[in-house]
């Protein structure tokens, strides 16, 4: 359901932004202001992504302010042109932008509304993970899902198919030397924070590159050369039963594929081991998040 307001005067605007900039737990609420005149085609033209955006980013606050009822509204924001759409953070502005630009525009509500979720999580990679992250082991194609270099008798399937653990049996081995290339394949797209790579301080992974919508398992050498999305270089506490790796959020935004380029381990052993491997974010598409196991985000299960 869209939840464009339609200011008709200024109390109605003074309230929006007293109760954006109050908020009593997490950053001020992101309000996305719509300039606009019933004359203006270029106005009409983008009203409907104005608001389809209204209802994928329910966090914000979409208002849309009529200049020739509002003129004195629009000369305190320095309204000089049409559409013009102006970005605040509780009641202080912090972007704007002028003319009916339709990318323009979803890109930076999408950016504004990611900052937003990084900021009440503490802006920082290395901050204890947020309770709105989910375990997105249901939304794995595992039929899908593949591994080169594993020892046959210590797969990724086996993994995959296992609850895990540190003291766990079923965990995954390489075979011929520490390298391995991990192919995940979700059945939607979806939003990656953060990854969890568990495995012995001696031979669990170390570099690790991770490359995102590929569509077929890369080889060797395309991984070793191949420009990552990101690249983490893994730590004893990442590692250690129960660590978490937080990932640039901004780059794994629409992920359908995830490709894990084990480089090698912790001790240059000649086999690496996992033994858990878990994705936590959500789905792109709204869903029901009961569905979804939530990260406990106990102390010390969050790392960078």
């Known amino acids: 359901m869209a939840t464009v307001i339609n200011i008709t005067d200024k109390n109605q605007l003074e309230q ?3 109760e954006a900039k109050n908020v009593t737990s997490g950053p001020p609420t992101t309000v996305v202001m719509d300039f606009y005149a019933s004359w203006c085609r270029p106005c009409s033209e983008i009203a409907p992504i104005f608001k389809e955006l209204s209802t994928k ?14 003129e004195d509204v629009a000369q305190r924001y320095n309204v000089r042109s049409l559409p013009t759409f102006i970005f605040l953070r509780g009641a202080e502005q912090v972007d704007r932008i002028t003319g009916a630009a339709p ?29 709105k992250q989910y375990d997105m082991d249901s939304l794995l194609s595992k039929g899908q899902c593949e591994c080169l270099n594993e020892e ?17 049996k079923t965990y995954l081995l390489s075979d011929t030397d520490e390298q391995l290339i991990i ?13 969890q790579i568990n495995g012995p301080k001696e031979n669990a992974p170390k570099t690790v590159k991770l490359f995102i919508n590929q569509i077929s398992t ?40 995830l490709t894990i380029f084990v480089k090698n381990n912790q001790s240059s052993t000649d ?33 960078g």
């Open 271 to 303: 086999q690496t081991r996992i033994d858990k491997l878990k994705f936590y974010g959500y789905p792109v598409n709204t869903v029901n998040m009961k569905e979804f196991q939530r990260v406990s985000g106990k102390k010390g299960e969050a790392h």
């Open 152 to 168: 046959d008798s210590h797969s990724l399937a086996q993994l995959l198919n296992s609850s895990g653990g540190n003291n766990s």
């Open 103 to 131: 990318q323009k525009l979803r890109d930076k509500v999408q950016e504004l509304s990611i900052s937003e979720l990084d900021t009440h999580e503490g802006g920082s990679h290395k901050s204890s993970l947020s309770s």
């Open 57 to 70: 980013y329910t966090n914000m606050k979409f208002i849309k302010i009529d200049v020739d009822k509002l």
């Open 16 to 18: 929006i932004l007293q």
């Open 183 to 195: 192919y995940i394949t979700f059945s939607q797209f979806v939003r990656i924070q953060s990854i």
């Open 218 to 257: 890369p080889d060797f050498d395309s991984c070793e050369i191949g420009e990552a999305v990101q690249t983490l270089e893994l730590t004893e506490d990442d590692i250690k039963d129960g660590g978490i790796t937080q990932l640039n959020f901004v780059k794994f935004q629409n992920v359908n594929t």
